[in-house]
């Protein structure tokens, strides 16, 4: 449906869940993509094998986004590799759920750190490498969890509505130089992290769901790759729900 060839896509937490998907698609679209991960060497060596078909285009690099100097290390060798930055879809995130009367400060701040600090520091660096060219699209996955507010979530949902209030601002710094930020809130999607839920748990979170059923990959995959094309040119500061109806 898109065309991305000589087009280069970073996709932090890249190589599982929706981000492998995404990392999946984008490569079909014929783009030179650049997933990052935080820790699992073997995990990646597999993933990279699994997409060897596509050689040079799929690159992993291994960092962490709530490190700033690794991040800058990482733009550094970019700017050195790459003539361009076309696409940026800050993915990576992890949650540390538990009541807040229970959660541990660290908890709390590992969530923040990873899913808002980390979509900062990749979108400063991001911004400036899309500047050079005036063109460049930027997706946050955030999530319904940040507009819901789910029990047990209250650093994952700060950090998830964190990234929608950083797109508003960053998108009308941008725009006059091409470069647009949008927002994408999957709902209940079936990756590895569902598959490990009790069955009951499943069917609990199934009725929640106007559609009653949980989101496939590429359902959310679609609109990312529409959000990261040419073709999305007027649209910025923009948030849309994948949700299946499950929605605020």
């Not at 000589?6 to 937490?13: E, F, K, L, Y």
């Amino acid at each position: 449906m898109y065309n991305f060839n000589s087009q280069h896509v970073i996709i932090t937490g890249g190589t599982r869940g929706i981000g492998a998907g995404l990392t999946e698609k984008f490569l079909q679209a014929g783009a030179t993509v650049i997933a990052t991960y935080a820790g699992n060497d073997e995990a990646a060596k597999i993933f990279k094998e699994k997409f060897s078909e596509y050689g040079s285009k799929l690159v992993l690099k291994k960092f962490n986004v709530a490190n700033t100097s690794e991040v800058e290390s990482f733009f550094n060798e970019y700017d050195k590799t790459y003539p361009s930055l076309e696409v940026l879809i800050n993915n990576a995130g992890i949650r540390r759920d538990n009541i807040v009367a229970s959660m541990a400060e660290s908890d709390w701040d590992s969530v923040i750190d990873t899913n808002l600090k980390g979509t900062f520091n990749m979108t400063r660096f991001g911004v400036l490498a899309m500047m050079k060219n005036r063109y460049g699209r930027i997706v946050n996955m955030s999530s319904v969890g940040g507009k819901l507010g789910l029990p047990g979530q209250a650093n994952y949902a700060a950090s998830k509505a964190g990234q929608i209030a950083l797109s508003l601002s960053v998108s009308k710094e941008v725009a006059k130089r091409n470069i647009t930020i949008n927002n994408v809130c999957p709902g209940f999607i079936e990756t590895e992290l569902l598959k490990d839920l009790p069955e009951e748990q499943v069917k609990e979170y199934k009725s929640q769901v106007p559609m009653k059923r949980f989101g496939k990959v590429e359902e959310v995959a679609h609109a990312v790759l529409f959000f990261s094309s040419k073709e999305a040119s007027y649209i910025t500061g923009a948030t849309l729900d994948i949700a299946g109806g499950l929605n605020a």
